[in-house]
Every structure is written in structure tokens, then in C-alpha cells.
């Protein structure tokens, strides 16, 4: 392949310009794509999510690549986004025996090997539910619901669970109606519940799991419960309801969305009917977006879930946490970027430890490693604008927003493990509003007098 491509489609890639990769090795007749351009092609498939096309391709070269362990591992990332976790911890093993010891490697060979004994407990529990179902038909009557279970004290009345969650008690006829458009017949458990307080925001709030979440390593939380009816943001078919949640956030069609979760709609809770029917018994579940919709299992029906549910002071880490992170800043290693950075400096002396002490500073008055809107969150900004731009002068606020992740927000050790790009993009346009950031011809920089600024809190931290 020509160097000059070479190097631009390294930048491509640098600057997460995954189609402009496609379309230009697209341009390449088919018969003069060599390995190396298949293989190029198919990462950038896989960095635009389309893991199937991604898989075309790597199968064009499979015979070339049995024994590159870059191919197995590509193979294996494209295999895990599809789900197929088996398949894809036995493209990361292969990749590991090729070339041991890469780090990312071994990881995602973890991730597949954890994900795949999950989805293979999901399965066997899936069909022996299915089969209690099958016998079950038909014999006899059922208990009543909650009959071990007093809920004089379930509910926390406040102003705003009746404004967002609770409606007047249901009538058969809303039931059947809400049932109808949903398209599954609501647990008689739950139905019961509603008839007592139709949607609102318990007393517990948290319900343990087994594995960790995007919410914590051993539960889950709720914000509410939606209740039977439309008018209410927060009820089944309400504006925010379960059809809202799937048609418009991507949620699995595979039952109704019970509970909203804290995260603002990044996971909820739901009634599973996959293996008992659209007019079956189902489990609950909790889908996680952030982690591409990943099914943990919570409980085998409505009432035990309800049962189930435990106060969040439970779960109160936040001493824990905060040493957690105070460690971390103050040992966790760099970087590969912002270590690079820290090297180029001269103007400041012991420029990491006066990082450090910075990120020390935040921990103590937040309890947490993260940045927002305040004055010590902006100076870690600056701080990180000043290092990158000092090094790449050239830097669009297209590149500067796509490389700043790199640094501490998905550091490694010394990271937050996420950011919002809302809070960066504030900082930056108010700094540019207060002139403090200029452009020129498409490159951002501090002017000299606040670059001053910055150097000076640097050395004074």
C-alpha cells in the first residue's frame, strides 16, 4: 500500500473518521485489494458499528490471517458487538497464543469469556422456564399475590412521584385497553399492586444482583414504577413509557418496561416474556444500554422482585469510594498520552505531581474523580488544553474534542472511566466567549496572557 495512504488513513483513524477509511479503500478495485486494505477496511467497519460488514470482509482474508494475531483479535471485537460471545473468546484466545501478553488482548478475552458463561446461564434458566410454563397450564389456582408481603409502607409519597408516576387506581377496562396496545397480559402481581397505588416511587429503591452493572457491582436502582395508563409522563404508555423507551431508545421489543432507572433512560427495568409468552408469567430483567443492551436477569417474577427491593442505604460506598479515588490520583499511572504530554514540559516543575495534587484537591471536596463545571474542574481543563495544544499546535476543536477522552477521562489507572462532552464543550465555548481560547485558521490555542495564567496556578498548586 502506497505510504501516503498509509498515513493518512492512520489519521483518518486517529480523528475517528471511520467512513472517509471505507469510502477511500472502497475506491480501490476489489481485484488490487491487498491484505493490508481488507484488514483496514474491516476496523473501520468495526469502529462504525457495522460488525457484520466488518465480518465480510475478515472473511475475504481468512486464510491470510490464521496467522495474524491482529486479525483474530479484529475478528473477536466484531464477535463480541454481535453477542456472539463464544465465538469471540475463541478469536481473543487464538490472538493471545499468537502474540501473549497484550494487555487488551487478555481483557476483552475476560469480557468474552464472563459474557459467554452469562449467556449460557440465561439460556438454561430461559428453558427450564419455558418448560414450567408448559406444565404449569392449565392446573389450578393461583395465590394471591403479596399475601407474605404487608405494602401498608411500600410507597414514598412525594410531589413528585404524583406528578410524574401516580394516577387514579385502573379500571378492568384501562387494563385490557393498556394490555391491547402493548401487546402482553400484564402479571396479576403487578396489577394488584397498581390497584393499590397506581405508579409512584417506593421506599427501597435497590435490588441485588449477582453481577456487576453500569450502576453498581452487586445491585441495581430504581428511580420509579410506572403505572397503568397514558396521561402520566411516567406510565406504561405515557410519554416516557415502555413503548417510548423501545421504539425510540432501542430498548428490546421482548416485553414491557416496569421501572425507570436514575441514569435518565441509559438502563430500566423490564418484564421478560421471551420465555413464557406474550400471555405468560414473565421475569424481570435489567437492560443496560451503555453496555450494548446487556440482559441481567433480577427475578423470576414481578412479586419477587417487588419483595426483593432493599433500601440504597444498603449500598452507601461513598467513604470507600472516595479513598478509592484519592488513591488513584495520587499512584494510578498516567496515560500513554498524558504521560507524553507531562514529558514536553518545561516551564513547570514536577508538572504530574502538580496534576495530582489538583485531581487530590477535587476528590476531597466531591468524594469523586470527575470534572464539571466548577472553578477546580476548569483549571484541570486548561490544564489539559494547555498540555495538548503546547504539543499539537495544529489542533482543530474537532480534533481537540475527539483526542480529549485520551487523556484522563478514559485514562487507564489515572481516569475518570467516562465524561460528558457537554460539560467540555461548555468550558470551551466560554473560554473562547472570554477570549481567553482563539481560533486561527482552524486552530485553536490559549492567547499568551492566560497560557501565563494557567502556567502560574500550575506552579502554585
Same mark, same amino acid.
Given at each position: ?20 477509511? *471505507? ?13 493490508? *486494505? ?5 476496523? $473501520?467497519?468495526?469502529?462504525?458499528? %457495522?460488525?457484520?460488514?466488518?465480518? /465480510?470482509? +475478515?472473511? !475475504? ?17 466484531? %464477535?463480541?458487538?454481535? !453477542?456472539?460471545?463464544?465465538?469471540? $473468546? ?7 497464543k499468537l502474540e501473549a501478553g497484550d494487555q487488551h488482548t487478555e481483557l476483552w478475552l475476560k469480557w468474552?469469556? @464472563? ?36 405494602? *401498608? ?9 404524583? /406528578?410524574?408516576?401516580l394516577s387514579e387506581p385502573p379500571t378492568d377496562e384501562l387494563i385490557t385497553s393498556i394490555e391491547e396496545?402493548?401487546?402482553?397480559? %400484564? ?9 393499590? @397505588? ?99 436477569? %433480577?427475578?423470576?417474577? +414481578? ?21 478509592a479515588d484519592l488513591y488513584k490520583v495520587a499512584q494510578g499511572e498516567f496515560s500513554p498520552l498524558l ?76 481516569? @475518570? ?28 490555542? +490559549? ?9 502560574? @496556578?500550575?506552579?502554585?498548586?
Amino acid at each position: 500500500m502506497d505510504q501516503t495512504l498509509i498515513e493518512q488513513l492512520n489519521q483518518w483513524h486517529e480523528e475517528d473518521e471511520h467512513q472517509r477509511i *471505507v469510502d477511500s479503500l472502497l475506491a480501490i478495485p476489489e481485484e488490487e485489494r491487498e491484505y493490508e *486494505v481488507v484488514s483496514r477496511m474491516a476496523r $473501520a467497519y468495526n469502529n462504525l458499528g %457495522l460488525y457484520e460488514e466488518a465480518l /465480510n470482509q +475478515f472473511e !475475504k482474508i481468512s486464510e491470510a490471517g490464521q496467522h495474524d494475531p491482529l486479525w483474530h483479535y479484529r475478528v473477536g471485537f466484531a %464477535l463480541y458487538h454481535l !453477542k456472539r460471545y463464544e465465538d469471540a $473468546a475463541q478469536a481473543f484466545s487464538t490472538s493471545d497464543k499468537l502474540e501473549a501478553g497484550d494487555q487488551h488482548t487478555e481483557l476483552w478475552l475476560k469480557w468474552s469469556l @464472563q459474557k459467554a458463561e452469562k449467556q449460557q446461564r440465561q439460556e438454561r434458566r430461559m428453558a427450564t422456564r419455558r418448560e414450567a410454563a408448559m406444565e404449569s397450564r392449565g392446573s389450578g389456582a393461583e395465590e394471591v399475590p403479596f399475601s407474605n408481603m404487608s405494602l *401498608v409502607d411500600f410507597w414514598d409519597d412525594s410531589e413528585y412521584a404524583r /406528578n410524574s408516576y401516580l394516577s387514579e387506581p385502573p379500571t378492568d377496562e384501562l387494563i385490557t385497553s393498556i394490555e391491547e396496545e402493548l401487546g402482553y397480559k %400484564l402479571p396479576s402481581s403487578y396489577i394488584l399492586l397498581m390497584k393499590q @397505588q397506581n405508579g409512584g416511587i417506593p421506599r427501597n429503591t435497590c435490588f441485588l444482583t449477582e453481577e456487576p452493572t453500569s450502576w453498581a457491582e452487586d445491585h441495581i436502582a430504581i428511580t420509579g414504577i410506572l403505572g397503568i395508563g397514558r396521561e402520566k409522563r411516567y406510565s406504561l404508555c405515557g410519554d416516557l413509557g415502555s413503548r417510548f423507551m423501545i421504539e425510540e431508545w432501542g430498548y428490546p421489543d421482548i416485553g414491557v418496561v416496569i421501572c425507570d432507572c436514575p441514569s435518565a433512560g441509559h438502563d430500566v427495568v423490564m418484564l421478560d416474556y421471551r420465555a413464557c409468552g406474550r400471555d405468560g408469567e414473565p421475569e424481570v430483567i435489567h437492560i443496560d444500554q451503555e453496555d450494548d443492551y446487556e440482559i441481567t436477569f %433480577l427475578a423470576e417474577n +414481578f412479586e419477587a422482585f417487588i419483595s426483593g427491593l432493599v433500601s440504597e442505604e444498603e449500598f452507601d460506598t461513598s467513604e470507600e469510594d472516595k479513598e478509592a479515588d484519592l488513591y488513584k490520583v495520587a499512584q494510578g499511572e498516567f496515560s500513554p498520552l498524558l504521560g507524553e504530554l507531562c514529558g514536553q514540559v518545561t516551564e513547570v516543575e514536577n508538572i504530574e505531581q502538580k496534576i495530582r495534587s489538583i485531581c487530590t484537591q477535587i476528590v476531597e471536596e466531591k468524594g469523586h474523580f470527575s470534572f464539571h463545571a466548577d472553578e477546580l474542574s476548569y483549571l484541570m481543563y486548561d490544564v489539559q488544553f494547555w498540555l495538548y495544544t503546547k504539543s499539537y499546535p495544529d489542533s482543530s476543536r474537532e480534533r481537540y474534542l475527539a483526542i480529549y477522552e485520551k487523556m484522563i477521562a478514559f485514562g487507564g489507572e489515572f481516569g @475518570q472511566c467516562g465524561y460528558a462532552p457537554g460539560w467540555i464543550t461548555e468550558w470551551l465555548d466560554r473560554r473562547m466567549h472570554e477570549v481567553r481560547i482563539v481560533e486561527e485558521d482552524g486552530r485553536l490555542r +490559549f492567547t499568551d496572557q492566560f497560557a501565563v495564567e494557567v502556567v502560574k @496556578q500550575l506552579r502554585e498548586a
